[in-house]
């Protein structure tokens, strides 16, 4: 039995996960799991959840730096 073989028997041996984004059900390969991968159904959930993620701190960043200023002006 080649090493594509075993794999695909395991993969089908696996439980089924959810993806972090969509809530979609997908079978994550066992490898990627233990590396703290395997947590997104595919690329573009990936990379959508990735911008979200970027967007919230920069806007927490805006919120800290207008904080900052407004204490130095004695408002807040």
């Known amino acids: 039995m080649n ?3 075993k794999a695909k028997i395991n993969s089908k041996l696996e439980q089924f996960t959810k ?10 390969d066992k ?9 997104f159904c595919s690329k573009s959930c ?3 959840c990735r911008n979200n993620l970027f967007k ?3 806007n927490l960043k805006i919120k800290e730096n207008r904080v900052i ?4 002006l004695g408002i807040y």
Do not use: P
Request: proline share 0%; glycine share 6%.
């Open 19 to 28: 993806c972090v984004n969509c809530d979609k059900q997908f079978i994550a």
């Open 3 to 5: 090493l594509f073989n």
């Open 69 to 72: 200023q407004l204490k130095k």
């Open 56 to 58: 919230l701190e920069t």
């Open 31 to 39: 490898r990627n799991v233990n590396r703290g991968w395997g947590v």
């Open 46 to 48: 990936a990379v959508i």
